[in-house]
């Protein structure tokens, strides 16, 4: 098969990876790429919001399948491209059309299908512009803290924790009426905060059959002990020790049976990933929020413990034939560290030299945000580099991956170095 990876971030390298390793895959792509992607396939100079571009390049490549890594251009309806054009259409798209993708797309349509489907999630409501006052009165009798969430895509930035009252009347205000998020808070969900131990699991679905992928932790903060601003993700574990075979069943019946389940029921196609981030409250999984692609830096982790052929898992989500393929899971320990840019996540360093890179042996680089320069690899975006370690025990690997992270430099170069410490 001639595949065709969307993105260019470390969990594009991670799939890219994966995917070369399959027998099944004879030429592989990845649109843009980074600096380690042509490792595995050919860079291709295409944006992956380039609609036209991407279904152009497939046509004339003989592309087999499509894998969509980002949520964004799957919300702007890259599979309804495909389907909705005669020559494209026989090509199958790893991701949902656009009406699954508002799982993530959309606060209050994920909430809406969680509270029509009885899946265990915060309780909430959404409010406009016009409806600023009945937020206030919300508010009043909400208790603190509370959740306010931009409904549209804000890039990772559109969830405010409050403590305080104030505070919340006043980020609501601007949410609403100033656009603090762009047209993304023209609808703000206000939700009840749950206290526990965050969760991420991953689903791959072919609309009907699903696999329960290996879960993963991430860690968001950029300072050590999980302090500091929110980043796009700085580490991932997985297994995760809590998520025992108890509480998974749990996760299984309550969530993940019952949202494959209600797609299907409510006639949204789907076939592709779906992210759960889930808290586990005292025992009891709720759902966080829903994402209609892998995670990053989780992909990193969960690709490592996937045994068996991938390509042959998405075949059988293109086919609507994933029961019948078989998803074997390493027993090790994957741990990713995320090396970032300097002053990442606020505006942060570029364009500098990376080196050491052919100093790590035992763990594996996937590159996020990398380039080339004149025969040397440069950094160009906040996360650089994902450096994962599989194991047999998670301490090993936390200090292998550590370890490796530290071969490699350059100006403005950080990591945490806890990641993981707190499941030991
Ligand atoms: P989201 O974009 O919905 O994943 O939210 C980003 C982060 O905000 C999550 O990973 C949680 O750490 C936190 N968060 C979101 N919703 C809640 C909630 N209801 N209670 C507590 N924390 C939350």
Not at 62 to 82: N, Q, Y
Not at 99 to 117: I, T, V, W, Y
Not at 354 to 370: C, D, K, L
Request: proline letters at 4%.
């Amino acid at each position: 098969m001639n595949i065709l990876i969307l993105g260019s971030g470390g969990r594009e390298s991670a799939f890219a990876w994966k995917i070369s390793q399959s027998p099944k895959c004879s030429r592989l792509f990845i649109a843009p790429g980074n600096a380690g992607t042509p490792q595995y396939g050919q860079n291709v100079n295409i944006k992956v919001t380039d609609f036209e571009g991407i279904g152009k390049f497939a046509i004339d490549n003989a592309i087999d399948m499509v894998l969509v890594g980002p949520e964004e251009p799957l919300v702007k309806g890259i599979h309804d491209f495909f389907l909705a054009d005669e020559q494209l259409k026989s090509i199958p798209v790893i991701g949902p059309q656009k009406e699954g993708a508002q799982l993530e797309g959309s606060k209050d349509f994920s909430k809406d299908f969680m509270f029509r489907q009885n899946i265990p999630t915060a309780a909430s409501r959404t409010f406009t512009r016009d409806t600023l006052q009945e937020g206030f009165d919300y508010l009043a009798i909400a208790g603190l803290p509370i959740v306010l969430k931009a409904d549209g895509l804000a890039a990772g930035k559109g969830v405010l924790i409050c403590t305080s009252l104030q505070e919340a009347q006043l980020e609501l205000t601007e949410m609403l009426t100033e656009a603090k998020f762009g047209d993304a808070s023209s609808k703000v969900v206000i939700e009840q905060f749950l206290q526990g131990i965050e969760l991420s699991v991953f689903v791959m679905t072919d609309g009907t059959n699903y696999k329960v992928l290996p879960e993963a932790k991430d860690y968001k903060r950029i300072g050590e002990g999980d302090t500091g601003l929110n980043t796009g993700g700085m580490g991932s574990v997985s297994p995760v020790p809590f998520a025992d075979a108890e509480f998974m069943q749990k996760v299984t019946d309550k969530v993940i049976i019952p949202t494959v389940e209600g797609l299907k029921n409510e006639n949204i196609p789907y076939k592709g990933f779906i992210f759960i981030g889930l808290m586990n409250c005292d025992g009891e999984p709720y759902v966080i929020e829903y994402n209609c692609r892998m995670g990053d830096p989780e992909t990193e982790s969960v690709m490592p413990r996937i045994e068996s052929d991938f390509v042959d898992l998405l075949i059988g989500v293109a086919e609507s034939n994933l029961d019948e393929k078989e998803l074997i899971i390493s027993d090790k320990i994957a741990t990713t560290v995320v090396m970032v840019a300097g002053g990442y996540p606020g505006e942060y360093l570029k364009n500098k030299v990376i080196t050491g890179i052919e100093n790590v042996h035992e763990s594996t680089v996937f590159h996020a945000g990398t380039s080339t320069q004149d025969d040397k690899i440069i950094t160009t975006g906040g996360r650089v580099l994902a450096i994962t370690t599989l194991q047999d025990n998670l301490f090993n690997a936390l200090q292998q991956a550590t370890a490796d992270a530290s071969r490699i430099y350059y100006d403005g170069m950080y990591f945490r170095k806890d990641i993981g410490f707190d499941l030991l």
